[in-house]
């Protein structure tokens, strides 16, 4: 496996699931992202690893968790979401925190029923 | 609240012709920018970063830095139909962060 792979790729889940998605990168990064895509709007950022401690929060509501066991892996823990929570979530890493370039896994298309 | 603006589209071209995207920011302590593709269904690419005033080219791109005018844009030379896609600007922040703007769909037409 190379560059940035997320599972799963679909997901549909109800108000009351609970769920996981995850991320993992293959090319020694420290930095980690996830972010949120829905339509009409433009990629928010919700949450930044750096070295596996986390440097940014969002103003993510909490149903929304993350977790950064080391510095291949971030998940992001789902529980009691919204409809309107429905969206592509994309996860990124970079070299650094400050680093040029950030490379984008293919994302977990969320649908919230 | 920093932002991006973009037209959002669809921007369509003949191929071979330029095409040429615009975007301006908000933040005037952005200091480099970044320009990503995103194909339909795929997750973005950067294509090209600036982050000094003026031109800088790659292959066929070019990608055009005014920091006064708060202003950057892509251009995009002998466009081909496979180069038609979501192209999303974003300019590092302040904070350091990435923000991007919503993207201008492009369209280029046989």
């Known amino acids: 496996e190379t560059g940035v792979t997320q599972t799963p790729r679909h997901l549909v889940m109800g108000m009351t699931n609970k769920k996981s998605l995850k991320c993992e990168q293959h090319l020694g990064h420290n930095a980690m992202y996830w972010y949120k895509q829905s339509a009409k709007k433009p990629l928010e950022l919700m949450f930044v690893?750096?070295?596996?401690?986390?440097?940014e929060n969002n103003s993510v509501p909490s149903r929304f968790s993350p977790e950064c066991p080391n510095s291949s892996h971030l998940f992001l823990h789902l529980h009691t979401l919204q409809p309107e929570d429905s969206a592509l979530y994309l996860c990124?890493?970079?070299?650094?925190?400050?680093?040029?370039?950030?490379?984008f896994g293919p994302g977990t298309r969320l649908t919230v029923t | 609240q920093k932002e991006v603006e973009q037209n959002s589209g669809p921007l369509s071209v003949p191929e071979g012709a330029i095409a040429s995207l615009n975007c301006t920011y908000s933040d005037r302590g952005s200091q480099s920018f970044f320009w990503y593709r995103q194909y339909s269904g795929k997750s973005p690419e950067l294509i090209m970063f600036?982050?000094?005033?003026g031109d800088k080219e790659d292959g066929r791109f070019t990608a055009q830095l005014n920091k006064a005018s708060q202003y950057v844009s892509l251009l995009i030379r002998d466009s081909q139909p496979s180069d038609s896609a979501t192209y999303l600007c974003?300019?590092?922040?302040?904070?350091?962060?990435?923000?991007f703007g919503k993207g201008t769909k492009l369209s280029v037409k046989p």
């Open positions: 690893y750096s070295l596996e401690e986390r440097v």
């Open positions: 990124a890493s970079s070299p650094g925190r400050e680093s040029h370039e950030q490379y």
């Open positions: 600036i982050y000094s005033n």
């Open positions: 974003a300019p590092r922040g302040s904070q350091g962060n990435l923000i």
